[in-house]
């Protein structure tokens, strides 16, 4: 992992379980924000970021 980056977590908006975790540059000032699958839901929701 570079020094420049970050891990955060993405978080399903609608069941609130951490799925997924990922870099992210540090300077970066937007919100990610993706469509991944969960499997706690069975399909696929938007995952948001949340810091560790
Ligand atoms: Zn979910």
Redesign the pocket.
């Known amino acids: 992992m570079k020094n420049k980056e970050r891990h955060v977590f993405l978080e399903?908006t609608?069941?609130r379980?951490r799925n997924y975790t990922t870099g992210k540059r540090i300077r970066a000032d937007y919100k990610l924000e993706k469509k991944k699958f969960?499997k706690?839901?069975g399909k696929h929701?938007p995952h948001r970021e949340k810091k560790l």
């Open positions: 399903c609608e069941c379980n969960c706690f839901c929701t």
